[in-house]
């Protein structure tokens, strides 16, 4: 059973151009989260995403910042435009949609790296 | 609001001895609290959970972890540390709010374990 897979790894982007950040579930999981982590801090939510819909988005910067959860393939996270202040690990968890405080699985996260 | 404290952000410890990692956090409603560990440019491994019943929870690795309620404390300890223990560990609190789930985490305490 493969854990949270997400691509890629390692994202180098100058400023100005999009970046678009992959995460496939554990399988059976619906449920997709996604946290970013700055240097020296630690990992902040922004999105919870379950199959076609956003149910929270409430850590999402209100500009530049999107993210879907198709119903076919992984949940996408994207960037326009992006600054120098965007670098960070971007690391995506997934869970059962069983209820409250099933546990989050993480992937390895995706590094990225605005010139 | 939910929020998590890690006390230390750094620790040292030689080893084989024995480590005590701290985590306070303040909620007003029922907590689900969770320690994860994360290995140099790795994603974030669960070692424990509290979700209700005995106060003591065992982990993976060896470690373990004592709800305080009084005291608001979740610490984490260890009897005795490998070097393969050097990490970052990061405590989770669960937070569920207008049919939202997400995870409130402390900054981190790297751990340092030498020979």
């Known amino acids: 059973n493969a854990g949270v897979m997400q691509n890629p790894r390692h994202l180098v982007r100058r400023r100005g151009q999009e970046a678009r950040l992959r995460c496939s579930p554990m399988?059976?999981?619906?449920?997709v989260y996604w946290y970013r982590q700055l240097p020296e801090e630690g990992l902040k939510f922004m999105v919870y995403l379950q199959k076609e819909n956003i149910i929270d988005e409430s850590g999402m910067p209100k500009e530049r910042f999107s993210a879907e959860f198709p119903k076919e393939g992984p949940s996408i996270l994207r960037i326009q435009q992006v600054v120098r202040g965007d670098s960070a690990a971007y690391f995506c968890?997934?869970?059962?949609?069983?209820?409250?405080?099933?546990?989050?699985?993480f992937g390895p996260g995706t590094r990225l790296l605005v010139l | 609001a939910q929020s998590v404290t890690q006390l230390d952000s750094q620790v040292p410890v030689f080893e084989e001895a024995p480590v005590e990692l701290r985590c306070n956090y303040s909620?007003?409603?029922?907590?689900?609290l969770f320690w994860y560990v994360q290995y140099p440019n790795q994603g974030l491994q669960l070692l424990l959970k509290?979700?209700?019943?005995?106060?003591l929870v065992k982990g993976i690795n060896g470690f373990e972890a004592e709800f305080n309620k009084s005291q608001t404390s979740f610490h984490l300890r260890k009897p005795s540390v490998h070097i393969s223990d050097t990490a970052e560990y990061f405590c989770a609190v669960s937070l569920l709010q207008g049919g939202s789930e997400k995870l409130v985490f402390g900054k981190g305490t790297k751990l340092t374990v030498n020979p």
């Open positions: 968890a997934s869970s059962t949609p069983a209820g409250w405080q099933e546990t989050q699985y």
């Open positions: 509290y979700l209700s019943g005995s106060t």
């Open positions: 399988k059976g999981h619906s449920h």
């Open positions: 909620s007003s409603v029922s907590v689900y």
